[in-house]
């Protein structure tokens, strides 16, 4: 257990509405990550933080924005909700050169 | 371009038998690897770490193989149990990079 939580859990939303997911971590690592993960896709890599306020893009960064302005607080954004973002989007953290994942947030956008 | 894959995509056996599931890599420069045990609803768990110099490397009734040299590695998984159903995903670490590399993972069924 890396002291990860994301929040919410499960969440359902319409199309076109602003979506913030939230990955908390009690241990102060450096990095942190944003994966989502769809059948047939594995986890892809949306954005992720290598210190407060910095922050980089991944390979399916389209749609998506993060902010970091604490080290424990990595949060994920998706301005305007469309269908194919429908996905469950993990957080991560890099300990000792391992990345350890949370629980997951199961989004659904109708 | 680094890549990972992994086969077969899906796999069902009887419990107690035993099973192999395959991880060709293409990245570069080669940190570790590890295989990553997802259970469903629950974010990946690591099982294995593999460096360059290790051959084998057992955790249990999972036992994980290298071959750096053709850049493959195995997981074997003996005697199954019903709870070993779950995705397996390998994972791929490259030095001097913080964004390591996944596989699709395969998905494994163990029936009683």
């Known amino acids: 257990d890396a002291g990860i939580t994301q929040s919410p859990r499960h969440k359902v939303t319409e199309t076109g509405t602003p979506v913030t997911l939230r990955c908390h971590q009690t241990e102060n690592h450096r990095y942190m990550y944003w994966y989502r993960q769809d059948p047939g896709h594995g986890l892809r890599l949306i954005h992720y933080s290598y210190g407060v306020k910095d922050t980089d893009k991944g390979e399916v960064s389209d749609g998506y924005s993060v902010s970091r302005s604490k080290t424990e607080d990595f949060l994920l954004t998706l301005e305007s909700a469309t269908s194919s973002q429908t996905s469950v989007y993990f957080c991560?953290?890099?300990?000792?050169?391992?990345?350890?994942f949370g629980p997951g947030t199961r989004l659904t956008v109708t | 371009k680094n890549q990972v894959e992994q086969s077969p995509q899906s796999l069902i056996i009887l419990e107690g038998k035993n099973c192999t599931l395959q991880c060709n890599y293409t990245v570069s420069p080669f940190s570790n690897l590890r295989w990553y045990k997802q259970d469903t609803g629950r974010g990946p768990v690591s099982l294995t770490i593999?460096?360059?110099?290790?051959n084998t490397k057992s955790n249990g009734r999972y036992t994980a193989t290298l071959d750096a040299d053709t850049k493959q590695s195995s997981l074997h998984i003996t005697a199954s149990q019903l709870s070993d159903s779950a995705s397996y995903i390998c994972?791929?670490?490259?030095?001097?990079?913080?964004?390591?590399?996944f596989g699709r993972g395969t998905s494994l069924i163990v029936h009683p």
């Open positions: 994972v791929v670490y490259s030095g001097g990079s913080y964004i390591p590399t």
């Open positions: 991560a953290i890099r300990r000792e050169a391992e990345q350890y």
């Open positions: 593999m460096t360059f110099s290790e």
